[in-house]
């Protein structure tokens, strides 16, 4: 959005915008673009992008870019694909890891920070990397199913009531 905004891109009236995400809806809105699909009742995949998107299972061909992160599986892009829609997948950004500072790294192996949020599959993968071993009194909590899932298999201890409250 934001190098959309900054070279001032026009997008054309015939064209409908779809996004993932509330932050993502957030920051097309405020650059003044219309978004005319986003998946809905806090289904904030791209799973929940294709029930809402009812013209892609009629018989007319969509051509639809795709944008995704280098990390993000193609499953928007396979899933219009598979209805028989002419699709463009573009890799739009690379997620890059940000080392935590000495002093976080300390605070969390103390305790001084006693609770993390991971928000996005590869920021679980990036806390079981520079944070290998977190307290058992921290809490772990993950936004989502995806996120949940990725903190698991990169062997992130989650907080037991946040799964049960997930369910």
């Given amino acids: 959005v934001d190098v959309l905004a900054h070279h001032q891109a026009v997008i054309p009236k015939h064209t409908e915008v779809a996004v993932v995400g509330e932050a993502t809806l957030q920051a097309f809105e405020a650059a003044g673009y219309e978004v005319a699909r986003t998946p809905q009742d806090g289904d904030n995949t791209t799973e929940g992008l294709l029930k809402v998107w009812p013209e892609i299972e009629t018989d007319e061909v969509l051509k639809v870019l795709t944008l995704r992160s280098d990390v993000a599986k193609p499953v928007l892009t396979e899933g219009l694909i598979s209805r028989g829609h002419d699709v463009t997948q573009v890799v739009a950004f690379r997620t890059v890891g940000v080392p935590a500072s000495v002093h976080i790294r300390e605070d969390v192996q103390s305790g001084r920070i006693n609770a993390l949020l991971i928000a996005s599959p590869a920021i679980a993968r990036e806390v079981a990397k520079q944070f290998p071993e977190i307290p058992e009194h ?30």
Avoid at 139 to 167: K, L, N, Q
Wanted: charged content about 20%; some cysteine.
């Fill in 138 to 167: 921290t809490i772990v909590a993950c936004v989502g199913p995806h996120t949940h899932e990725a903190a698991i298999d990169s062997g992130v201890r989650h907080t037991a009531e946040h799964v049960e409250s997930e369910m």
